[in-house]
Nanobody, 123 residues
Framework: QVQLVESGGGLVQPGGSLRLSCAASGTILAINNVNWYRQVPGKQRELVAGITTGGSTNYADSVKGRFTVSRDNAKNTVYLQLNNLKSEDTAVYYC?????????????????WGQGTQVTVSS
C-alpha cells in the first residue's frame, strides 16, 4: 500500500526558513510529477510549486525566488525549501504526487495526496 507523508512544518518568525518533506512509502517503482499546494481556511487550495520526473520546476509568482522544490529519487522524497517566509505564507501545505507502484494487478500509476503539514509564520 502506498502512503505519502508530509513533514517539516512548524512555527517560524517572518524572514525565517523551513524545509518540508514529502516522502512516499510502499512498493514504489517511481515518483513521477509532484506538486506542492497550500490552503488557508475558507480559501481554495493554491498551487505553490511543482517538479517533474526529469527535475524541471515551476513556481507560483508569490513564491518565486523564496521557495525551492527538489527531489531525491533514491529516498522517494520531494522537498520544498521555504526561505524568507512571510505571514501570508501561513497555510497547510500538501504534496500531490503521481506514483507508479506494484501490486497483484501489476504496475499502476495513481495520484496521491499527503495529509498536510501546518506552516505558521508569526512573530
Amino acid at each position: 500500500q502506498v502512503q505519502l507523508v508530509e513533514s517539516g512544518g512548524g512555527l517560524v518568525q517572518p524572514g525565517g526558513s523551513l524545509r518540508l518533506s514529502c516522502a512516499a512509502s510502499g512498493t514504489i517503482l517511481a515518483i513521477n510529477n509532484v506538486n506542492w499546494y497550500r490552503q488557508v481556511p475558507g480559501k481554495q487550495r493554491e498551487l505553490v510549486a511543482g517538479i517533474t520526473t526529469g527535475g524541471s520546476t515551476n513556481y507560483a509568482d508569490s513564491v518565486k525566488g523564496r521557495f525551492t522544490v527538489s527531489r531525491d529519487n533514491a529516498k522517494n522524497t520531494v522537498y520544498l525549501q521555504l526561505n524568507n517566509l512571510k505571514s501570508e505564507d501561513t497555510a497547510v501545505y500538501y504534496c500531490n504526487a503521481d506514483i507508479t507502484y506494484f501490486d497483484e494487478r501489476g504496475y499502476l500509476t495513481e495520484g496521491y495526496w499527503g495529509q498536510g503539514t501546518q506552516v505558521t509564520v508569526s512573530s
